[in-house]
């Protein structure tokens, strides 16, 4: 799956390899949102809602070579009938930031109540 920083992610990023100011590390766990409308570097996609969809924790090993993946399997259950295009990652603040996006590699259609997974290694995150 291909991935993207956002914007804010981009300047938290800079801001620390520059030492400028004091850049908010995020709070963790990140959490991994599904969407039913990609977003861009500025501004979120649609989040599935319904069923029984929630944002999952993500878990990650240390990067290498600048990447890293999911150490876990992410599996939601009881999904609405919606097609899933792309993901995000959020952080878990009050007021959460949203630090990746990327698309899927291909839409996933789903019926009600369907199981949806992104096995370990799955998602993987990059600077690049």
């Known amino acids: 799956m291909a991935d993207n ?3 804010t ?19 963790t766990s990140l959490k991994v949102a ?5 977003g861009d570097d500025a501004t979120a996609g649609t989040e599935v809602a319904g069923g029984s969809y929630s944002r999952k924790n993500l878990t990650v090993a240390a990067a290498v070579a600048g990447a890293t ?11 609405p009938a919606c097609t899933i295009v792309g993901w995000e990652i959020w952080d878990n603040a009050g007021a959460p930031v949203r630090l990746w996006y990327g698309p899927l ?3 996933k259609t789903l019926a009600a109540n369907d199981e949806y997974k992104i096995a370990a290694g799955g998602l993987s995150i990059s600077i690049s």
């Open 5 to 7: 920083l956002t914007n």
């Open 9 to 27: 992610a981009e300047n938290l990023i800079l801001d620390w390899i520059n030492g400028v100011g004091t850049p908010t590390r995020p709070t």
């Open 34 to 38: 599904l969407l039913t409308a990609a």
């Open 69 to 79: 993946t999911n150490s876990a399997d992410l599996l939601w259950s009881g999904m």
């Open 105 to 107: 590699d291909a839409p």
